[in-house]
């Protein structure tokens, strides 16, 4: 019997490319510092599954999951959800880091650091 698949589930396919296609801008402006490992030579990837949820960012060499957090981010119910996500991925062995869009803008550099201080 083999083992369910954990990352990038064929069921969530078409939705996480309709994501890569349609990023926010805070994603996107992050992107083109992640992309093509201009970060420390590593690899991340954009919306990339892992169980039945679908992270912004991903680093499989450091077990690492990056979120931009927008203004729907900052009511109880999706506060709640998010936390409820971010349990999961540390019970995986996951590393989680959350940005706010607009730091991502206006503190790239820090934002930057902070993931590298995330690497091994």
Same mark, same amino acid.
């Not at 349609?22 to 990339?48: C, G, I, M, V």
């Not at 880091?97 to 206006?106: L, P, T």
């Given at each position: 019997?083999?083992?369910?698949?954990?990352?990038?589930?064929?069921? $969530? %396919?078409?939705? /996480?490319?309709?994501?890569?296609?349609?990023?926010?801008?805070?994603?996107?402006?992050? /992107?083109?510092? $992640?992309?093509?490992?201009? $970060?420390?030579?590593?690899?991340?990837?954009?919306?990339?599954?892992?169980?039945?949820?679908?992270?912004?960012?991903?680093?499989?060499?450091?077990?690492?999951?990056?979120?931009?957090?927008?203004?729907?981010?900052?009511?109880?119910?999706? %506060?709640?959800?998010?936390?409820?996500?971010?349990?999961?991925?540390?019970?995986?062995?996951?590393?989680?880091?959350?940005?706010?869009?607009?730091?991502?803008?206006?503190?790239?550099?820090?934002?930057?650091?902070?993931?590298?201080?995330?690497?091994?």
């Amino acid at each position: 019997m083999s083992k369910p698949r954990l990352h990038t589930k064929i069921e $969530l %396919q078409g939705y /996480w490319r309709v994501l890569r296609g349609n990023l926010t801008p805070a994603e996107a402006f992050l /992107w083109t510092h $992640l992309k093509s490992r201009q $970060l420390e030579n590593k690899r991340f990837t954009r919306q990339h599954s892992i169980g039945h949820y679908i992270v912004d960012f991903y680093c499989a060499s450091e077990n690492l999951i990056i979120e931009l957090d927008g203004q729907g981010h900052f009511n109880p119910e999706v %506060q709640e959800y998010d936390c409820k996500r971010t349990l999961y991925f540390e019970s995986l062995g996951y590393k989680v880091i959350r940005f706010e869009n607009k730091f991502v803008f206006d503190g790239l550099p820090s934002v930057l650091k902070e993931i590298t201080e995330c690497f091994s």
